[in-house]
């Protein structure tokens, strides 16, 4: 089945009771059994609920996988990832990672003794130098957050395999509508359904999808016994989202291409980082690995003064300024300020979050209004 098709029909089926075309919102905590052990396949929502259920089959069938599992939030499933681990193994993971999972990484996990280890990825070398017999994990995010670089998945897939090491790939930025990481040889893929998958800036979400049996085993043990399962309401909601996932994300890639050639045409702008441009230094990777280019552009500004920046994150009339990505509507951030002022300055400024860099996540308004409003912004 086609992409379209399974973002529509993969998981759901009419309600067995009802007849009831879309899945029920079965907010229910426990469900009641003929006798001791007599069931339908559902004993209590941590474990198991069927609208969760319809969910998790949908996702895994977007992403060419085979298990999925939802959970509370994009930061809770990659929770789970990394209680796979031991003390004493290490990660590998990008130098320019989202806040929130460098966060997770050092704050929590490095405590419970996991060594992390973050290196430029665009650099497929300096990742293998960086290997050695406790490497475990390779954890890829790409397009990263919020410089837009690529990571080569299937050049990561060879490393990882060679070491035995899982391979995970934050493909949120991206959406399994772009780039489906498991058929590039990652182990595991992990969402943010918050941003793209639920796509209407309503729901936060995470999901992990693989297909390997054990590694799914592993999963489904540690959602069920930390419990940072999502809700019923929220596993319906970004069920009627992801129907619609192919055309917004090909509305995004338009609306996306515009609003960077519009910026790289401006006087007052240095550089606009977005990997549809051929003189982006991945272009060639992310040609090979992406169906297209996506609606996340991040630039920075000639002089680099930090007020100005400040200043057109006000100034916008469409854009909101807000965190988070991947609604319909267009989204402007700072990440300096924002999302990345958990990273040290200097750790930031290392991999280009300087303090005039902003983050658009281009909507699917109509690229004019979007254009005309970053024009009159930028005067
Ligand atoms: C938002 C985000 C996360 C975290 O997800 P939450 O749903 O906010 O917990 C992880 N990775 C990336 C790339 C993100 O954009």
């Known amino acids: 089945m086609k992409f379209a098709t399974k973002a529509i029909h993969a998981g759901v089926h009419p309600d067995p009771a009802t007849g009831a075309i879309m899945t029920p919102i079965y907010q229910t905590s426990t469900y009641v059994q003929d006798g001791v052990g007599n069931h339908k396949g559902y004993e209590y929502s941590r474990t198991q609920n069927p609208t969760r259920h319809a969910l998790e089959k949908n996702i895994a069938a977007i992403e060419n996988g085979k298990y999925g599992a939802c959970f509370g939030s994009g930061l809770a499933a990659i929770d789970c990832v990394l209680k796979m681990l031991n ?36 650099d497929v070398a300096a990742v293998a130098t960086l290997v050695n017999e406790k490497t475990k994990m390779i954890w890829v995010e790409t397009p990263t957050n919020p410089m837009m670089n690529i990571v080569d998945i299937e050049a990561m897939a060879k490393i990882s395999k060679a070491a035995g090491a899982m391979l995970c790939v934050d493909n949120t930025f991206a959406t399994p509508y772009l780039q489906n990481p498991l058929d590039l040889g990652a182990d595991m893929v992990m969402h943010s359904v918050t941003k793209y998958l639920g796509g209407h800036s309503d729901v936060v979400m995470g999901a992990l999808v693989c297909s390997d049996e054990n590694i799914a085993n592993e999963m489904y043990r540690i959602q069920n016994s930390s419990g940072a399962v999502t809700a019923p309401m929220d596993s319906f909601l970004v069920l009627r989202g992801i129907k619609t996932l192919h055309l917004r994300v090909q509305r995004h890639c338009e609306n996306g291409e515009k609003v960077a050639r519009f910026l790289a045409a401006h006087p007052k702008i240095d550089k606009v980082y977005w990997p549809g441009f051929e003189t982006h230094p991945n272009h060639e990777v992310a040609k090979r690995q992406m169906r297209g280019f996506g609606g996340m552009i991040s630039f920075n500004l000639k002089g680099n003064q930090l007020e100005d920046a400040l200043n057109i994150v006000k100034k916008v009339e469409i854009f909101a300024l807000a965190e988070s990505l991947g609604g319909v509507e267009s989204l402007i951030g700072h990440p300096a300020t924002m999302t990345h002022a958990s990273i040290p300055k200097d750790v930031r400024e290392q991999s280009g979050v300087v303090d005039s860099l902003i983050r658009l996540s281009v909507g699917i308004e109509d690229a004019d209004d979007l254009i005309a409003d970053l024009t009159q912004a930028l005067a």
């Open 87 to 122: 003390p004493g193994d290490e990660v590998i993971s990008t130098n320019d990672l989202y806040g929130g999972s460098y966060r997770i990484f050092k704050t929590i996990f490095e405590k419970y003794g996991i060594i992390f280890h973050f290196v430029n990825m665009q």
